[in-house]
């Protein structure tokens, strides 16, 4: 990651943002990548903030070229929609993952679960994404 190869990077970052930590994402874990999400979701602005300053003050050339097109894509309205998206959808999906690991969960309660889930997507393709997109 941009900021967590330099020190000086990092605290550029952390200058630019507070609460919500950038972190990286992690394969195994849903919780793991909603936190990933919510950090960039909340902040993003913050973030593009923290993008810029390392473009303008690394000496690293290498740096300022890899953060430039970053903080240019951050503020794209395709990113935008998308991260929203992203972070609703990883929302619903670890709520619904942490119901069904749960040690004693009946069969009738992940059925339902499972259901909700569903109808969850089909109501936001139907009603937020095509909203949206008319």
């Not at 630019?16 to 919780?31: M, P, Q, Y």
């Not at 609703?88 to 992940?110: H, W, Y």
């Amino acid at each position: 990651m941009l900021f967590s190869a330099s020190t000086q990077r990092w605290t550029i970052l952390q200058k630019h943002t507070t609460g919500l930590s950038v972190k990286a994402d992690c394969d195994t874990r849903w919780e793991a990548k909603v936190n990933s999400v919510k950090a960039v979701r909340y902040q993003i602005g913050k973030i593009y903030d923290a993008l810029v300053g390392v473009a303008d003050t690394t000496n690293d050339p290498k740096s300022g070229a890899e953060a430039t097109p970053l903080a240019n894509t951050t503020k794209t309205f395709t990113f935008l929609v998308t991260l929203v998206i992203w972070y609703e959808t990883l929302v619903q999906v670890n709520v619904t993952s942490k119901i069904l690991q749960e040690k004693n969960v009946q069969l009738d309660v992940a059925i339902t679960i499972l259901h909700k889930t569903i109808r969850f997507f089909l109501e936001f393709r139907e009603k937020r994404l095509k909203k949206n997109t008319c």
